[in-house]
């Protein structure tokens, strides 16, 4: 974090920082630089340190007194932009994160007989997910022999993890949060920058980029993005430590779809376990197992984005509304590749 200018530190003397959109700062970059053509990499020391601006790029002035979109909301009341299709510059958050040459960790659980989802997910990664950026798949799983082989683009790998399987999918669904954050300390807070956590049974299919990247994001539920926050699904119970009273909450956030720095994501997973924990040692389990516990913990650590419905959206439920510009990830039928057969 950079520290405040001191009353005692000349105004000279205080570092500079440009910011020119929603993008933020690699986790494991702490300074940036302007690097222009041929300038500074004989030498492989930045121009500067503390600016980073974009360069040879030409698009609209933004008019800030008009809202991207007024369809929709747009921003949350803690001042997160909530990512609709309409609302970024990919170039220009393109130009932010490549400079960063940030790499991006996609975790992703496939518990027997959900592996067989696995082959369309990772396939559709390739051709919609980070394109363009370093990216390791995370694949874990209790059937290893199993995991297909996909052709990957340079400077993306896949790592497979193994797990016990669980006897119930409510199981396989809690265990995730201890064991994300078990291996964020292992080994993820030193081999990426950002985490996404992600649901096997869905498809990328649109475009998803860095404009999803955040210190900590969540995404709106498809089902619960227009109603009143009575209708939404929390553990009501104040016995569990999921509990969230009627009268308090922001949005309902989806298991299926989250992440951030790696370091937040740490902070999330390990207190989503430990609050499950508590309630398994007092004989309750929450309604909606780590999802109830996820929307607990996004209340109280407010995310830095929000992702729109385009981001977790079932066409075959809930059809495709005119708000909706881009379907970018998918549920996919639980009939999909013979599933009710394994």
């Known amino acids: 974090m950079m520290d405040r200018p001191s009353q005692d530190r000349p105004p000279q003397q205080w570092p500079l920082v440009a910011l020119h959109s929603a993008g933020v700062l690699s986790p494991r970059t702490p300074m940036l630089a302007t690097r222009q053509e041929g300038a500074g990499e004989a030498a492989g020391k930045p121009t500067s340190l503390y600016v980073v601006t974009l360069q040879r790029m ?45 790499t991006i960790g996609l975790t992703v659980f496939a518990i027997k007989k959900y592996v067989v989802f696995l082959k369309l997910f990772l396939e559709t990664a390739e051709e919609h997910f ?41 199981d396989v669904s809690m265990r995730r949060m201890e064991t994300i954050s078990s291996f964020c ?5 030193r081999e990426v920058d ?71 994501v740490h902070r999330l997973t390990t207190a989503c376990h430990q609050a499950m924990m508590a309630d398994w040692a007092n004989g309750i389990e929450a309604v909606w197992h780590d999802e109830s516990h996820l929307n607990r913990y996004l209340l109280d650590h407010k995310p830095t984005k929000v ?36």
């Open 194 to 264: 950002f985490l996404v956590c992600a649901d096997v049974d869905m498809r990328f299919r649109d475009h998803v980029g860095v404009e999803i990247l955040s210190q900590l994001f969540g995404t709106l539920h498809p089902g619960f993005y227009g109603a009143a926050r009575e209708a939404f699904t929390y553990e009501r119970r104040p016995q569990s430590q999921a509990h969230i009273p009627r009268d308090q909450g922001d949005f309902y956030y989806m298991g299926a779809f989250f992440g951030g720095s790696v370091a937040e």
């Open 130 to 170: 980070m394109v363009g950026y370093k990216v390791n798949y995370y694949v874990f799983t209790d059937r290893p022999a199993d995991v297909p082989r996909v052709p990957l683009r340079g400077g993306r790998r896949l790592v497979v993890l193994q797990v016990p399987g669980a006897a119930r999918w409510q």
């Open 307 to 342: 992702l729109s419905p385009e981001y977790m959206w079932d066409e075959q439920l809930l059809g495709w509304p005119a708000i909706v510009k881009k379907l970018r990830y998918v549920a996919v039928p639980k009939d999909h590749q013979e599933i009710r057969h394994r």
């Open 58 to 102: 030409v698009y609209p002035q933004p008019k800030v007194l008009t809202p991207s979109r007024k369809d929709v909301l747009v921003l949350t009341p803690w001042l997160a932009p909530i990512v609709w299709e309409g609302t970024f510059n990919i170039d220009i958050l393109n130009e932010q994160f490549q400079v960063q040459n940030v």
């Open 185 to 189: 300390a292992q080994r993820f807070l």
